[in-house]
């Protein structure tokens, strides 16, 4: 298991050494031991804290120690806590890489299970999630399906001029599944909100709005977050410490 934050090893011993200590627990011969040691401080850019005391080492550089001990053994499951917590963008990025190209280039199966408060991260490394708010799962499936459930269909911003319109008609629209609106006044734009059923219906929206002597200022298409899913089913933003997706 992996947890972010976490302060393992022994302060007195380097960080190679309290890698190598970990694989005897294991009983991994020290050859094969010290290789796979070396391939991951390589990954992990630590190469050249190999030999430092581990009490010398900053939070972040603790925390890729920390990554390491992880899968220092090669387990076939592996639970990974916050794993990314305390770490810079970039090597947020590069553990994250590693770990998908882990289980992917495998040898055989293997299984990993992320707690994380970070829905990108969540969105970006799992092919299923569990939302659970106070320990109660509230959604469970792939990424991309529960974005979809929960988004209710296409979303897209349709800015044009001030004018009175025909709201209803564009209600009535065939593929609209909703329709709101806000009044932009220092713009002096109105901000049109479609949720669609599919993107066919944005031909007819277009049209409609074209036929009513509108001026269209900008079309965005939104996309739908794993954020707004969990805010969709939890009723709030998210808060460190309160929910996860796993």
């Known amino acids: ?13 380097t960080v190679a050494e309290n ?12 050859k094969p031991a010290m290789k796979r040691i070396k391939e991951l401080l ?22 890729k120690m920390n990554f390491i001990r992880g899968f220092v053994t090669d387990p076939k499951i592996l639970f990974l806590d916050e794993p990314t917590l305390g770490l810079d963008v970039n090597a947020a990025r590069e553990t994250r890489k590693f770990v998908m190209n882990w289980v992917k ?14 829905m990108q991260e969540a969105d970006e490394m799992c092919d299923r999630l569990a939302i ?4 109660k799962i509230l959604a469970e499936d792939t990424p991309r399906s529960l974005k979809k459930q929960e988004s209710g269909g296409i979303s897209y911003n349709i800015t044009v001029g001030y004018k009175d319109f025909d709201a209803e008609g564009l209600r009535k629209i065939p593929g609209v599944a909703s329709f709101a609106h806000s009044v932009l006044d220092e713009q ?22 074209n036929s009513d002597g509108f001026s269209i200022n ?11 899913a969990f805010i969709k089913l939890v009723g709030r933003r998210l808060s460190n410490g309160e929910s996860d997706a796993r």
């Open 1 to 13: 298991m992996v947890s972010g934050g976490e302060n393992c090893g022994y302060g007195i011993l």
């Open 19 to 30: 890698l190598w200590m970990f694989t005897q627990f294991y009983g991994i011969p020290t």
């Open 42 to 63: 390589e990954i992990m850019n630590l190469t050249e804290k190999a030999d430092t005391k581990i009490n010398k080492l900053s939070t972040g550089m603790r925390q």
């Open 105 to 118: 280039t495998a040898e055989e199966p293997k299984t990993v299970i992320l707690t994380t408060h970070y």
């Open 132 to 135: 659970i708010d106070h320990g």
């Open 188 to 209: 002096g734009m109105i901000e049109m909100v479609f949720i669609l059923q599919t993107d066919a219906a944005l031909a007819k929206i277009i049209e409609k709005i």
């Open 218 to 228: 900008n079309i965005q298409k939104t996309e739908f977050t794993l954020e707004d």
